[in-house]
């Protein structure tokens, strides 16, 4: 089974996780799934760290010091090689030359916001496919511009263009081994002018169901920190359980009251090929998790979600 797999910040909070997540990874190509892509967020509060470098830098201080020993201690808990040291290290000097620069003019713009953000996800990806190459799995990181994801110019929420479907499938069928895991940087595009956008709410989840449509797979995989879609919120309702399934149009609704499902947004690549979302708890990936597809025959509203999630 062809899918695209996408894991969030919770799920490669530090090392540990990574490690944890990678194997994961592994454990489901054993079991028949075929990872096309593997859609990674930052590592865990990178992004929210990289925004408050920003409003320290209008302020005129500069550090990114917290970023640098994440990504470095998980360089130094798989020893990665020095190519991919190289790499972290350059983006992260890169971002830290940016801050100087928003220092020093006393401006952040969405445009340049947008590429700081950027950071978090680039290092991230070089550091999960390093892990997997460790661990017998043949990966290589791409930045998703490199693999089709183009943007319109509205920094901060930029949509996908209508040509990125033809971009995204080129690559993965000419561009990119099948028997190598792609590990693409989640919520982040490229606009015309090649600056770098960021896909708003839902961003990386977008990522993954753009690339699964595009490429017709038979499954997206959004790992989360739950066992699916859950019949109430957990915090109110110690009964909860995951539900089996539900429409595309019943996780919109869910998401439309506020549910931590998919954003309406990125599910519209896989409304549109028909292609099924499968929520999956990378803490527990035992539990079979929900599926959102397309609901065939009437079926009952699922009451208790919309009042309780």
Not at 86 to 113: H, Y
Not at 212 to 226: F, N, T
Not at 254 to 282: E, T
Request: hydrophobic share 40%.
């Amino acid at each position: 089974m062809d899918v695209t797999m996408k894991f969030g910040g919770s799920s490669l909070a530090d090392a540990d996780r990574i490690h944890h997540v990678t194997a994961l990874i592994k454990d489901q190509i054993a079991a028949g799934y075929r990872p096309r892509a593997v859609i990674c967020s930052a590592m865990g509060k990178t992004t929210n760290s990289l925004l408050s470098a920003g409003d320290f830098a209008l302020e005129g201080r500069v550090n990114i010091d917290a970023i640098r020993t994440l990504h470095n201690n998980a360089l130094d808990e798989f020893d990665c090689n020095e190519g991919v040291r190289n790499e972290v290290t350059a983006l992260l000097n890169e971002c830290e030359d940016m801050l100087n620069g928003v220092r020093m003019i006393q401006e952040l713009s969405p445009k340049s916001l947008d590429q700081l953000v950027s950071y978090g996800e680039r290092c991230s990806v070089r550091i999960v496919a390093a892990r997997l190459n460790q661990i017998g799995v043949p990966a290589q990181a791409f930045d998703s511009w490199d693999v089709g994801m183009l943007t319109d110019s509205n920094f901060g929420d930029a949509k996908l263009l209508a040509e990125s479907e033809d971009a995204i499938r080129n690559a993965f069928q000419n561009k990119i081994d099948p028997g190598v895991v792609a590990v693409v940087t989640g919520f982040i595009g490229q606009d015309p002018n090649g600056k770098i956008t960021t896909l708003g709410r839902g961003g990386s989840d977008l990522t993954a169901t753009a690339i699964g449509a595009a490429c017709q797979l038979d499954e997206i995989q959004v790992w989360k920190d739950v066992d699916g879609i859950l019949s109430a919120d957990p915090r109110l309702v110690k009964t909860a359980v995951p539900v089996e399934d539900v429409s595309y149009e019943e996780a919109s609704e869910l998401a439309y009251f506020g549910a931590q499902v998919l954003h309406p947004i990125a599910m519209q690549p896989a409304m549109k090929y028909d292609v099924p979302v499968r929520v999956k708890n990378s803490y527990n990936p035992s539990a079979k998790g929900t599926v959102i597809k397309k609901r065939v025959g009437p079926a009952p509203r699922l009451v208790s979600l919309w009042i309780y999630v």
